[in-house]
T-cell receptor, first 113, second 111 residues
Framework: KQEVTQIPAALSVPEGENLVLNCSFTDSAIYNLQWFRQDPGKGLTSLLLIQSSQREQTSGRLNASLDKSSGRSTLYIAASQPGDSATYLCAVKQPPGNTPLVFGKGTRLSVIA | SQTIHQWPATLVQPVGSPLSLECTVEGTSNPNLYWYRQAAGRGLQLLFYSVGIGQISSEVPQNLSASRPQDRQFILSSKKLLLSDSGFYLC??????????FGAGTRLSVL
């Protein structure tokens, strides 16, 4: 059974720092991996989707990498801003692809001005 | 463009009362639909998912049920709420094998 772990559970950094959030999964046979952002009391917003054949995806100051063989993904946030404060969740989808996502518990990020 | 609507945003219900949460998707056809519950410290728990009308998969035995009466409508129900049903309920949809999109969520408090 696929399990997704995110470390750390919480992170506090000063504004302007570059930071890395980690995600690991136990079964490397994934279909894709998705990173989400969740603000308190809100739904989830999709940030980046990496297909199993890809190694990274970029959107603005965000870069997500995927190393399927080691069961790891990282979300890199450059030049962090207070508006980046939120919980970031990682989720993987198993083959054949028409299956639900398996979520980690998230990393709660606080960027201090 | 596609949108997902989930309501109500907040709900306070007494123990033993029924529940009906509705989710609809616009701008797409034959989506996969999902219901999740998020409780503090437990992360996102998949409750039900559906790949078509009348096709419901239940992930966790519980006091809840789901129905999909129309292609783009997904309903979460309970006949008698328990205190443990309190939480943040999220509906989501995805095209086949692709990005998953979430609704704004419903905060349910059972008192």
């Amino acid at each position: 059974k696929q399990e997704v772990t995110q470390i750390p559970a919480a992170l506090s950094v000063p504004e302007g720092e570059n930071l890395v959030l980690n995600c690991s999964f136990t079964d490397s046979a994934i279909y894709n991996l998705q990173w989400f952002r969740q603000d308190p009391g809100k739904g989830l917003t999709s940030l980046l989707l990496i297909q199993s054949s890809q190694r990274e995806q970029t959107s603005g100051r965000l870069n997500a990498s995927l190393d399927k063989s080691s069961g790891r993904s990282t979300l890199y946030i450059a030049a962090s801003q207070p508006g980046d404060s939120a919980t970031y969740l990682c989720a993987v989808k198993q083959p054949p692809g028409n299956t639900p996502l398996v979520f980690g518990k998230g990393t709660r990020l606080s960027v201090i001005a | 463009s596609q949108t997902i609507h989930q309501w109500p945003a907040t709900l306070v219900q007494p123990v033993g009362s029924p529940l009906s949460l509705e989710c609809t998707v616009e701008g797409t056809s034959n989506p996969n639909l999902y219901w999740y519950r998020q409780a503090a410290g437990r992360g996102l728990q998949l409750l039900f998912y559906s790949v078509g009308i009348g096709q419901i998969s239940s992930e966790v035995p519980q006091n809840l049920s789901a129905s999909r009466p129309q292609d783009r409508q997904f309903i979460l129900s309970s006949k008698k709420l328990l205190l443990s049903d309190s939480g943040f309920y999220l509906c989501a949809w995805s095209p086949r094998q692709n990005i998953q999109y979430f609704g704004a969520g419903t905060r349910l408090s059972v008192l």
